[in-house]
């Protein structure tokens, strides 16, 4: 159970490449990648659960909001574990709503909602999960981030420009860049 | 946004009924329930994904290995944030396992695999996922078990016998009486 697999994601995996096998993963072993200043760690993915649904976490330093962004098909669970984060979520009838979450506290975000995130402490983390009839979109951050072999990420990854586009066609993820948010939490 | 709805599961609910509306839930105020010793906390049930995923945690004391059982259709998600478990998982070869989970550990239990776990400090919590193509199956600790109004369960709730069949039948549990693990892990 302490095997590691070749996966088509990456050369060494705590995953197993086949659904049907149980396994553990100890902290912070699962597949990582680094997305700008965040490092999302994917504990398990779509291949494991027949694409119903995933389980990984998201670590960082203190930093700006995220982009504004929607999913079409994928509902979103936010979870806090350590730290602390403002979530932001825009309702389906536009009505916008801000939460500081800290350790334990619990953030729904439906399909279509157009939401943000601002990790407010640094070495916060998020434990996510985010899945719908369509699938998972787990592997959206190393797609335009980039997959990371060691623990500890060297500096942000900041993607090139043109890579948004096609990764976020792929993975369910529309960005929103003329979108506001009223109330900032400032 | 703190708002409370009522429920067909509670009269007085931080969940909104009706799906599609995001919302926050402060640590330890989801939908609660006592099964033994274990406090169940749901924080996303299937009726807020379209059926894909929930999201809950069960919290307990130090106690004894739970009955083996397995999920003819769920896949299970074991991710510890404080104190200690020991999870077990026989795969469909027969292989057994077992390993100490401590906070930030990951466990996988895919359907059919007979498993159990086992509270090893004191006040532990386990972050879990419990989902299939067939739905998901988070009122199934309140169904055999009750659903608790207050935030600190007084004494343990243990079923009457003859709940145990219904309760397992309606959410997918499979008991095995009979099962026994070569390693307890002692």
Same mark, same amino acid.
């Given at each position: 159970m302490t095997i590691e697999y070749a996966t088509r994601y990456r050369?060494?995996? =705590?995953? &197993? &490449? #086949? &659904?049907?096998r149980p396994y553990f993963i100890e902290k912070g072993m699962g597949d990582r990648a680094l997305l700008f200043t965040d490092l999302i760690t994917i504990y398990a993915g779509g291949e494991q659960t027949e694409n119903t649904f995933n389980f990984f976490t998201c670590e960082g330093p203190k930093g700006d909001t995220i982009p504004a962004h929607r999913h079409a098909d994928t509902y979103e669970v936010f979870y806090i574990t350590d730290g602390a984060v403002r979530l932001f979520v825009e309702d389906l009838d536009g009505g916008q709503h801000e939460r500081l979450l800290t350790g334990g506290d619990f953030g729904f975000v439906p399909k279509n909602c157009p939401h943000a995130y601002r990790i #407010?402490? =640094?070495h916060s983390r998020i434990v996510g999960v985010a899945a719908g009839p369509g699938g998972t979109f787990e592997r959206f951050f190393e797609t335009l981030g980039t997959p990371l072999e060691e623990q500890t990420p060297r500096g942000p990854f900041v993607p090139e420009p043109h890579k948004f586009g096609a990764a976020a066609r792929e993975h369910d993820v529309l960005f929103m860049p003329d979108h506001e948010w009223r109330n900032d939490g400032r």
């Open positions: 050369a060494r995996s =705590h995953i &197993p &490449p #086949e &659904p049907g #407010e402490r =640094h």
